[in-house]
């Protein structure tokens, strides 16, 4: 769900009331106005209030004693709410709302660092247990369509290290694991239409390696027992075994592949801002998600079961593109048949289970 507090664009997970949300900025209840939708919430009735989708939040926090200056939520002090500030803050939303949508991370016990090590470890064990395609054209073709990704602000800025390997699978999927290791299926390979479909699947999964989701859901579900394991690590040793012993797998629903649906839509808009700046048509994402949906009635691709459609794929999509500065797409490689010759020629294992 996507709300406004204090002019930033935020998605939430789940039902928030407003008093859950002072609580989690660390504000005091009695010292907090609130101004919700424009309107000066009293407090007795903002404690228990939902918000919903598209809401627009201002807090204001007293901070000091009986006579201290109110201070709006880390930002500066602020004399008083007057008609002026209200328009002023309600310009300062809107100018935001008009930007693209921006992401960070979410609550997570594990470091970057941490998130790569992890990453390269379970890789090293999936290069075991499933079939790594060899072709150097292949390799090089989806490294160039995935650099070409990296290169956007988003990726940069996370400074994780994105590698792509491409998996003899007929299944249709892809998966990146933390920190950056990315496997792309030969039967993703066969189902997309155009380069930009590819593209956008990459670049929905590099998004939810830049947002760390995964390292992020298995924070949040074994937030006792981790900081004694991720703070007892030393250099240069293993961290999936004991990542393991706590359920901390690349099992079937491994918390660190299978996402909520929040953690879909915020890889859905962060990943068209990926293809975007690639210069391929973010719609094509959407377009190659609907495809799937469309095509597998009953039984959906194990895309879909790793990945949970958050419902609206293309219209949300397609308003994110509009924040987006205008610009032409079809940035294409010119490759594009040439690998579907070479994967068409593949000869694949029957699908398997990643490893437990
Ligand atoms: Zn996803």
């Known amino acids: 769900?996507?709300?406004?507090?204090?002019?930033?664009n935020?998605?939430?997970?789940?039902?928030?009331?407003?008093?859950?949300?002072?609580?989690?900025?660390g504000m005091k209840a009695d010292r907090v106005a609130v101004e919700l939708n424009l309107d000066i919430v009293p407090r007795d009735r903002w404690m228990g209030t939902n918000l919903a989708e598209g809401d627009r939040l201002e807090i204001v926090h007293f901070v000091g004693g009986g006579s201290g200056r109110p201070r709006r939520a880390g930002g500066q002090p602020m004399k008083k709410i007057n008609a002026w500030t209200v328009?002023?803050?309600?310009?300062?939303?809107?100018?935001?709302?008009q930007g693209p949508t921006r992401f960070r991370p979410g609550f997570n016990l594990f470091s970057?660092?941490?998130?790569?090590?992890?990453?390269?470890?379970?890789?090293?064990?999936?290069?075991?247990?499933?079939v790594v395609v060899h072709d150097p054209y292949l390799t090089e073709y989806v490294t160039r369509v995935g650099k070409r990704l990296v290169s956007a602000r988003e990726a940069q800025e996370s400074g994780f290290p994105f590698t792509f390997e491409v998996v003899a699978d007929p299944s249709i999927n892809a998966f990146a694991l933390p920190g950056g290791p990315m496997f792309i299926n030969t039967g993703l390979l066969r189902a997309v239409d155009n380069e930009a479909q590819l593209a956008g699947v990459m670049g929905h999964e590099m998004s939810h390696v830049i947002l760390r989701h995964g390292t992020n859901q298995a924070s949040k579900s074994k937030l006792i027992e981790l900081p004694a394991v991720l703070g007892s690590q030393v250099a240069g040793g293993?961290?999936?075994?004991?990542?393991?012993?706590?359920g901390i797998g690349l099992g079937a629903n491994s918390v660190l592949l299978k996402f909520s649906r929040s953690a879909e839509s915020q890889a859905d808009l962060m990943g068209s801002h990926l293809m975007a700046e690639a210069g391929y048509n973010p719609t094509e994402m959407a377009r190659f998600f609907q495809?799937?949906?469309?095509?597998?009635?009953?039984?959906?691709?194990?895309?879909?079961?790793?990945?949970?459609?958050?419902?609206?794929?293309?219209?949300?999509?397609?308003?994110?593109?509009?924040?987006?500065?205008?610009?032409?797409?079809?940035?294409?490689?010119?490759?594009?048949?040439?690998?579907?010759?070479?994967?068409?020629?593949?000869?694949?294992?029957?699908?398997?289970?990643?490893?437990?």
């Open 291 to 356: 495809k799937l949906d469309a095509e597998n009635g009953s039984r959906a691709p194990q895309f879909f079961s790793d990945h949970p459609n958050p419902g609206n794929r293309e219209k949300a999509i397609e308003e994110e593109v509009q924040r987006l500065p205008a610009q032409q797409y079809g940035n294409e490689t010119g490759q594009f048949q040439r690998m579907k010759l070479i994967v068409s020629k593949i000869r694949e294992p029957k699908p398997k289970a990643p490893p437990q």
């Open 238 to 246: 293993s961290l999936v075994g004991q990542l393991t012993q706590l």
């Open 1 to 8: 769900m996507n709300i406004v507090i204090n002019g930033e």
């Open 87 to 97: 328009l002023t803050l309600l310009l300062v939303s809107l100018a935001w709302g």
């Open 10 to 25: 935020r998605l939430v997970d789940g039902q928030v009331t407003i008093s859950g949300l002072v609580e989690l900025l």
């Open 112 to 130: 970057k660092e941490q998130d790569v090590q992890l990453g390269q470890e379970n890789a090293a064990q999936i290069r075991k247990h499933m």
